[in-house]
């Protein structure tokens, strides 16, 4: 389902050439503030953290 919608947004991107500028502007924006690299760093690691929490629990 996750990979369907990810085809279908960029080909949205791709079909629509203004949109695409629009979102490499907003991705350049969001990814210059330290608080949303912050965050998507914890997001991407939480999973392995919790499992090795488990782990060390038992």
Not at 20 to 43: E, H, N, R
């Amino acid at each position: 389902m996750i990979r369907i919608l990810f085809g279908l947004v960029l080909a949205l991107l791709m079909a629509v050439p203004q949109l695409l500028d629009i979102t490499m502007a907003a991705v350049a924006w969001t990814l210059g503030t330290p608080s949303v690299l912050a965050f998507a760093a914890g997001v991407l690691a939480w999973p392995r953290l919790a499992r090795t929490v488990r782990k060390l629990a038992q």
